[in-house]
């Protein structure tokens, strides 16, 4: 299946700084790029999403970047604040005949430092 | 909205033995299910992708005969996890993707597995 790399795997950022999450996707197909959030105990939310007819989306503090060329998208979060401190996932989603499935990046674990 | 409802919400089972877990989509209609295993490191890990009136299709390294699933309409799957053993511990997610919506995957709450 689809691979889909996330880096890093663990950022530690100060309050009020920015933190980014890269990922990077192979298959060519994939066409919905949606980022998750998880908080201990719960399940993955989602956050935000992009669709590969963008190159940038922003949710208040939330920002996506893709590069469709290089294969690559990224979660750029602003102006952190301790609640942001949670695992990240991006995935990547590629519709074939019948079917739409989603891959996983192996997440990021975030902390905002007060 | 749309909800997805999965339960049982922790099971611990003699290994050898097998679990089942549901999933229901509540608000929407689940064209597809995918089932996902998320290990104690957080990794996801894509078991299977079940889609109505299509085959489910199985990721490599998970089977049906260990993980066989039913999608019988448009708001419920089930999985079971055959003859458990220590592997396949770990937190079972299921993420529901209507017809009509965006492309938004959906989660339960996950299933949580502890085999003993």
């Known amino acids: 299946g689809e691979q889909v790399e996330q880096l890093p795997s663990i950022l530690r950022v100060q309050e009020g700084s920015s933190a980014s999450i890269n990922c990077s996707y192979e298959d060519s197909a994939s066409n919905y790029f949606p980022w998750y959030k998880q908080e201990p105990g719960e399940n993955p939310k989602l956050i935000i999403d992009?669709?590969?007819?963008?190159e940038r989306k922003q949710i208040q503090e939330l920002i996506v970047l893709l590069d469709k060329k290089a294969k690559r998208f990224s979660l750029h979060i602003t102006d952190t604040q301790p609640g942001d401190s949670a695992m990240y996932f991006c995935?990547?989603?590629?519709?074939?005949?019948?079917?739409?499935?989603?891959?996983f990046g192996k997440g990021t674990s975030l902390t905002v430092i007060p | 909205g749309a909800l997805v409802y999965q339960y049982p919400r922790r099971t611990i089972c003699k290994s050898g033995t097998s679990m089942r877990m549901e999933c229901q989509a509540v608000?929407?209609?689940?064209?597809?299910v995918a089932w996902y295993r998320q290990s104690p490191q957080k990794t996801f890990e894509l078991i299977a992708l079940s889609t109505v009136n299509s085959a489910i299709k199985y990721e490599q390294n998970f089977t049906q005969e260990k993980f066989p699933i039913s999608h019988p309409n448009l708001s419920f799957s089930s999985m079971t996890v055959l003859n458990a053993y220590l592997e396949d511990r770990g937190l079972y997610l299921c993420g529901a993707r209507g017809q009509a919506n965006t492309g938004q995957l959906y989660f339960g709450e996950g299933s949580k597995l502890t085999v003993l």
């Open positions: 995935a990547a989603s590629a519709r074939h005949t019948g079917y739409q499935n989603f891959y």
């Open positions: 992009i669709r590969s007819n963008m």
């Open positions: 608000g929407f209609q689940a064209t597809s």
